[in-house]
């Protein structure tokens, strides 16, 4: 997942697997839901970087990869999230996998769909929007038949608008 990280995006990237919980009172955590809420886990890893650099760089992104099931504002599940602004994205991975909805299991798609969807994270951090483009990597998912449909990479007009930035 680095090297093609690397082969895209002009960043230092890093990885943190399953950050630990916000807090010790769970507060990211959801008992009726079942999931963590990913807003606090963003802001959370956003803190993070903010106390422990002197001075914010946009070519520095974390990006934390969850084997845990998570949910925004106003959405049921998310298999990702990023902030725009503060260099940091999540992925959620147990929503990616085949076996979450009773299926064998197949590495080879799981693995296609999480470099999916970091790229399509780390996009936003990087402050790319959602694209209307079905097949590009910045269009929003909200189905697997939607992860599974897109690109690992940028249509140009995104690809440009990365440059750009």
């Known amino acids: 997942m680095t090297s093609h990280l690397a082969s895209i995006f002009d960043a230092s990237i890093t990885i943190i697997t399953d950050p630990p919980q916000l ?9 009726q839901r079942n999931q963590f809420n990913s807003d606090k886990l963003l802001r959370w890893l956003a803190t993070t970087i903010m106390n422990n650099t002197k001075s914010y760089d946009p070519t520095k992104i974390i990006l934390g990869i969850c084997n845990f099931d998570a949910y925004s504002s106003g959405l049921n599940f998310v298999f990702g ?3 725009l602004t503060g260099g940091v994205a999540v992925i959620y991975l147990p929503r990616l996998r085949q076996e979450f909805y009773g299926l064998g299991a197949d590495t080879s798609i799981f693995i296609e769909r999480v470099l ?7 996009g936003h951090a990087f402050g790319l929007d959602h694209c209307p483009k079905r097949s590009c990597v910045m269009h929003f998912s909200n189905s697997l038949a939607d992860t599974d449909r897109k690109a690992k ?8 608008k990365l440059h750009q930035k």
């Open 23 to 31: 807090d010790s009172s769970g507060a990211s955590f959801n008992e």
């Open 81 to 83: 999230q990023a902030s």
């Open 116 to 122: 999916k969807e970091a790229t399509h994270e780390v």
């Open 153 to 160: 990479d940028f249509c140009n007009i995104c690809r440009n």
